[in-house]
């Protein structure tokens, strides 16, 4: 079930129906079986590896809890963390594995074949694996007790607003506000769900079918097109997937339970590292937390195992994300990029130009890298970065005006304005409703409104990270 369908606005209008008129103490388990029924409408079936990682993480946590003896808390973490990696990697990884040992038995003179598993993959697995496997880190390292609940740890998994693409909350976030649930209409609420369906719906769905067209290996098109291609995709990968996260926080805020904000203005930021506190953060610091740090992070004395902890974080990033070598590549060009930065990641910038350029080298070094991420081969994205480098020699060339997003491409530039307007924090969503900023909120909001229904794209698209 998508945001942006008719389904779901007809689902989440019954619900709060219904949540309004459930007594407070049975909200919890209304809010439970909204959030399987939400899921449902994808693949009933698939309901239950949503049971199954529950039940075996409310287990595992709470004998890690009892246990006094270091290796029974060992054996219970190690059976968690190998179930729910195993069947992350069964769905997402076998016939990727699979090939790529075909390929070098062949390459090696043996030959084989593989099977390929037409395996449908799981809707939101790899949010709600790598969220599960927090909290069961997290009560293994003392840092939380082990829920008593099961419906509050069931909820803790499901939760149908942040299911599908995030954010990766931490159970120490989210399940003490499963205790106090309450309907909350609030301007905040509408400000996040505004905003989010028009990143969506004006600015990513107006983009998708050029970026489509430019992506699609069976069309040619010119090397300036290319490039008006890497420049669309990144807008409307950001627009997306952080429109997806926008409603998800807004509809979450009406059912009384706050997330976290997932993308931050990523696009102004003047270090690679910086992205990566402003882009996808939960997954950022859920990489940092879990990874990088359990690699030793930047404790070493010697520079070179910092390094290879932030490569290797970065890779397991990249392949989070799919079972591609353009992934893989992605992953990896973003760890090169940040070793690369790091010597002089204290260099403080005095002019405001300076720094500008800087965001700026930023921003295309991230576009460049997404062009891997969205091509469908590693020789397609090496094809296409090289008609880039043409196309930049000749900008003022010519390219399709047939096709080219008009309305998608305005409404960049506006979103380019909203961030900018946040990032200053000229209209903040929990301002008081007194001065100048309500009024620049509501008219920002009028205004966003009118865009969606006047120049939204109303065909209920797919957004982009639910392939992941």
């Not at 290319?226 to 997937?241: N, P």
Request: glycine content about 8%; some cysteine; overall charge positive.
């Amino acid at each position: 079930m998508l945001f942006n369908s008719f389904t779901f606005l007809l689902f989440f209008g019954a619900f709060l129906l219904i949540y309004k008129l459930l007594p407070s103490n049975y909200r919890k388990q209304g809010l439970l079986v909204a959030s399987y029924t939400f899921y449902a409408f994808w693949r009933f079936e698939y309901i239950f590896l949503l049971l199954f990682s529950t039940l075996l993480d409310y287990v595992c946590a709470r004998q890690i809890e009892r246990a006094t003896q270091s290796k029974v808390r060992k054996a219970y973490l190690f059976l968690s963390l190998f179930i729910n990696l195993g069947i992350l990697v069964f769905f997402k990884y076998a016939n990727f594995f699979g090939d790529n040992v075909v390929s070098l038995a062949n390459l090696l003179g043996v030959e084989t074949s593989w099977v390929t598993w037409h395996l449908v993959l799981p809707l939101g697995i790899s949010f709600y694996t790598f969220q599960t496997i927090s909290y069961t880190l997290d009560v293994y390292h003392c840092r939380l007790n082990a829920e008593k609940s099961i419906i509050n740890l069931a909820l803790y998994v499901s939760f149908f607003p942040q299911l599908i693409a995030g954010p990766i909350e931490r159970a120490r976030d989210l399940l003490p506000q499963f205790n106090q649930l309450k309907l909350r209409f609030s301007q905040e609420a509408i400000y996040w769900i505004t905003l989010g369906f028009f990143k969506k719906m004006v600015v990513a769905d107006n983009l998708a079918p050029f970026v489509e067209k430019i992506f699609n290996p069976d069309i040619q098109v010119g090397a300036v097109d290319y490039l008006w291609g890497m420049y669309a995709f990144a807008i409307q990968v950001y627009a997306d997937f952080s429109g997806y996260s926008d409603i998800a926080l807004g509809v979450a805020l009406l059912l009384g339970v706050r997330l976290h904000q997932n993308f931050r203005q990523p696009y102004f930021a003047s270090s690679f590292q910086e992205f990566w506190r402003r882009w996808h953060i939960s997954l950022s610091f859920w990489l940092r937390d879990y990874v990088y740090f359990a690699l030793g992070g930047s404790q070493s004395k010697r520079t070179l195992f910092t390094y290879r902890n932030l490569l290797l974080t970065m890779l397991v990033g990249g392949l989070w994300h799919g079972a591609s070598w353009t992934f893989v590549l992605w992953g990896a060009l973003h760890g090169a990029l940040l070793i690369t930065e790091r010597p002089w990641l204290g260099a403080t910038i005095h002019y405001p130009a300076l720094r500008f350029l800087k965001q700026c080298w930023v921003f295309h070094w991230v576009a460049l890298a997404f062009v891997i991420f969205r091509a469908k081969s590693v020789s397609q994205a090496i094809e296409i970065l090289r008609q880039i480098g043409e196309g930049i020699g000749q900008i003022v060339g010519a390219f399709d005006l047939e096709t080219f997003p008009k309305v998608g491409c305005f409404f960049a530039v506006v979103l380019g304005l909203l961030d900018w307007g946040q990032k200053k924090q000229w209209f903040i969503p929990t301002a008081s409703n007194n001065g100048w900023r309500y009024w620049l909120r509501f008219g920002i909001l009028t205004g966003l409104f009118w865009a969606i229904m006047f120049f939204g794209v109303f065909r209920g698209a797919q957004f982009i990270y639910f392939q992941f």
